[in-house]
T-cell receptor, first 116, second 114 residues
């Protein structure tokens, strides 16, 4: 596709369940980012991949959160033992280069997670 | 540490009147600053960027912003608002020391009325 694709667009789950959110970046983009946007807030950085490796995971809130990008394209954000406070829109973005040189990230429309 | 403060959570203007969305930044290093726009049910889109070249930056859809180091500000302006400008606007900062991170403000919702 032409843009960043995220699935599912909406996910409702129960407290304690395991969730996976998928991101398909723009073809050829080596950099991939996950952000989380809570209601009324700006996006908060979670993790950054350059290729297959997580170059910076300092934004992951705790060890219940994990992300992978095994082949350097599609990425999956995994949340274990979900809590109500995890409810948010999870945004994925990609870039052909390190973001500091361009500032431009191409964002998907997000996956809205609701934990009941 | 780096951060941005968007001074207004909500701004309402009439169509055809000027737009001013305010942003102040804090950065230990020379910052790069950006404005992103988020239309309902759409992904975030880069509006414009400042990366230490010209202090007056022009973006898409007639928006511009001026980097003022003395005031640590990067306000977004447009001479004449259009109904299609109604959206959420985010001021964003990064610098070379944190190459992986864009730090977003809390956003300003722009409402445009007839």
């Amino acid at each position: 596709g032409a843009g960043v694709s995220q699935t599912p667009s909406n996910k409702v789950t129960e407290k304690g369940k395991y969730v996976e959110l998928r991101c398909d970046p723009i073809s050829g983009h080596t950099a991939l980012y996950w952000y989380r946007q809570s209601l009324g807030q700006g996006p908060e950085f979670l993790i950054y991949f350059q290729g297959t490796g997580a170059a910076d995971d300092s934004g992951l809130p705790n060890d219940r959160f994990f992300a992978v990008r095994p082949e350097g394209s599609v990425s999956t954000l995994k949340i274990q033992r979900t809590e109500r406070g995890d409810s948010a829109v999870y945004l994925c973005a990609s870039s052909p280069r390190r973001v500091v040189s361009t500032g431009e990230l191409f964002f998907g429309e997000g996956s809205r997670l609701t934990v009941l | 540490a780096q951060s941005v403060t968007q001074l207004d959570s909500h701004v309402s203007v009439s169509e055809g009147t000027p737009v001013l969305l305010r942003c102040n930044y804090s950065s230990s290093y020379s910052p790069s600053l950006f404005w992103y726009v988020q239309h309902p049910n759409k992904g975030l889109q880069l509006l414009l960027k400042y990366t230490s070249a010209a202090t007056l930056v022009k973006g898409i859809n007639g928006f511009e912003a001026e980097f003022k180091k003395s005031e640590t500000s990067f306000h977004l302006t447009k001479p004449s608002a259009h109904m299609s400008d109604a959206a959420e606007y985010f001021c964003v900062v990064t610098h070379t020391g944190t190459a992986s991170k864009l730090t977003f403000g809390t956003g300003t919702r722009l409402q445009v009325t007839l």
